[in-house]
């Protein structure tokens, strides 16, 4: 446990960069948080395919973000590390992310934690500090166990072996630690490695492991493509990415562009396998049906409930759900008059279940559990990104 950087009671209470998460479809089926906080602009970790990454030199030109919020409980629970990760070199001279925990530690804010950072161990003491209070959830970036992809994809991010000794540091700490797999990359390893990928990542954490598939951004989306093309002897099928990602894919809208479920499983379901064997929940960002269980109890007491819990609430019901039933259920929650409205509308327009085994019921404007998944969107997970009031 680190001596070095006694917790401050003196820093401000400030959390830089506060936006709201869910603030439309894409984000209710992928999240349960509340807010996400930027402690940088810019990461210099520059992965391949990260869905937040600027032209150029984006790597090189971090900067420490403002505080734009007071850290108030109302917030639910907190995300770091959403868009730029939390513990990239220049958190050893700024501080940025301790701050933020030391902050949710004095104002009792539940924080999940996403990095690919090994720096994350300098900070078990505060960690230590919140996992007593069940207000923290560490969760560790691991797309692959190959050095050689990883070298490939995640040039200057540390090695997924050094992740992982970090990841073992902080359980053995009594801090919850789980993962994160995203993107998952259809034809980038073979169902064997990805049900080796699953179990190990769940037989570590025990918890829980999260996964997205990979979601393309017109911006960058030729620069990758011909990394996948580089590595082609390297992966296991760059036919499979080529039939799930095509090179010229129909860029429609400002958000990520994901391939279909059909184009998917063959890759997720060994994964899942592996992640169920290990004894986790597999948590399915963009098909949430394929979801192995709720996630309860530590931080998620303050969670948001995705569009998975929606339905697996619905389905639990006897019969037909009508709207007073459902938000009766979802006020306990405290979603806030802006996201009720949101979910209030895509119910009304019969999008709220797409993806679910929910479907419409004989009445109008009700809802009934059924057997039927219907094609998950193929879109998700890109927050508009309004700041927080």
């Given amino acids: 446990m680190s001596t070095l950087i006694p917790i401050s009671n003196r820093r401000p209470r400030q959390i830089p960069r506060v936006f709201d998460f869910q ?84 104002q009792q804010i539940p924080v999940f934690l996403l990095t690919r950072g090994t720096m994350v161990t300098r900070d078990l003491d505060v960690l230590t500090e919140l996992a007593k209070r069940g207000l923290i959830e560490v969760c560790f970036s691991v797309i692959t166990l190959r050095e050689d992809l990883a070298r490939t994809l995640e040039v200057r991010a540390p090695a997924p072996a050094d992740r992982l000794k970090a990841a073992e540091q902080v359980a053995a700490a009594g801090i919850p630690v789980s993962f994160h797999v995203a993107p998952v990359i259809p034809g980038l390893q073979s169902p064997a490695e990805m049900d080796r990928l699953g179990y190990e990542l769940a ?51 400002d958000a990520a562009v994901n391939c279909g479920l059909s184009d998917a499983l063959s890759t997720l379901l060994p994964f899942r396998d592996g992640v169920t064997r290990g004894g986790a929940t597999f948590v399915a960002e963009n098909f949430p049906h394929l ?32 709207w007073g039933a459902f938000s009766a259920w979802y006020a306990g929650h405290t979603p806030g008059d802006r996201l009720t409205g949101l979910v209030r509308g895509l119910w009304d327009q019969g999008e709220l279940f797409v993806g679910t085994a929910v479907g419409p019921a004989a009445e109008p404007g009700t809802y009934i559990g059924g057997a039927e998944i219907v094609e998950t969107a193929r879109t998700t997970l890109v927050a508009r990104r309004g700041a927080r009031k």
């Avoid at 992965?47 to 917030?75: F, N, T």
Wanted: charged letters at 20%.
């Fill in 203 to 253: 037989s570590l954490s025990g918890r829980h492991v999260f996964n997205a598939v990979l979601g393309a951004q017109k911006a960058w989306w030729n620069t990758f493509y011909g990394v996948m093309e580089g590595a082609a002897d390297a992966i296991d099928s760059l036919e499979l990415f080529r039939a799930a990602y095509p090179r010229e894919l129909d860029f429609e809208r």
């Fill in 23 to 106: 603030t439309s479809i894409e984000t209710i089926r992928a999240h349960h948080w509340r807010v996400f906080s930027d402690a940088y602009s810019g990461c210099a970790f520059t992965c391949s395919y990260c869905l937040y990454k600027g032209p150029g030199d984006y790597g090189r030109h971090v900067k420490v973000s403002p505080g734009s919020a007071e850290a108030d409980p109302s917030m639910g629970i907190l995300d770091i590390g959403t868009t730029t990760d939390p513990y990239q070199p220049i958190e050893a001279t700024e501080l940025r992310t301790r701050g933020i925990l030391e902050a949710a530690l004095a």
């Fill in 291 to 322: 979801t192995t269980g709720p996630l309860e109890g530590g931080i998620y007491r303050w969670k948001l409930p995705t569009v998975y819990d929606m339905a697996r609430w619905v389905s639990a019901q006897t019969g037909p759900v009508d």
